[in-house]
């Protein structure tokens, strides 16, 4: 079992910076494939970036492709979101997950969810 905790999120102004944090309970964070995603009011969760067991494979959604940087202390048992030049269309809340294998884009392959922090983008 493992539980996630996101903190971090806030309202910030357009191009402004946000850095996400999700501590993990459990033993064998080391071993989790980890994501974060996103759901903004009346859509759909949508991948945002997702990172491996080792951190040495991150992957991101073409919408935050090189605004947002995925990393992983496994030594903290903790998962990071580093979120510069954010953009109102960034708001939403955010949500990190875990899963028991590699990580995945697709929501419905995670196995634990976090209860997720609200992003708010002004412009």
């Known amino acids: 079992q493992v539980q996630l905790v996101e903190s971090g999120g806030g309202l910030v102004q357009a191009g402004g910076s946000l850095r996400l944090s999700c501590a993990a309970s459990?033993?064998?964070?080391?071993?989790?494939?980890m994501g974060w995603f996103r759901q903004a009011p009346g859509k759909e969760r949508e991948f945002v970036a997702r990172?491996?067991?080792?951190?040495?494979?991150?992957y991101y959604a073409d919408s935050v492709k090189g605004r947002f940087t995925i990393s992983r202390d496994n030594a903290k048992n903790t998962v990071y979101l580093q979120m510069n030049s954010l953009k109102p269309e960034d708001t939403a809340v955010y949500y990190c997950?875990?899963?028991?294998?590699?990580?995945?884009?697709?929501?419905?392959?995670?196995?634990?969810w976090g209860q997720g922090t609200q992003v708010t983008v002004s412009s």
């Open positions: 997950a875990a899963r028991t294998s590699y990580s995945s884009s697709n929501y419905e392959r995670y196995d634990y």
């Open positions: 459990g033993r064998t964070f080391s071993s989790y494939g």
């Open positions: 990172i491996n067991w080792s951190g040495g494979s991150a």
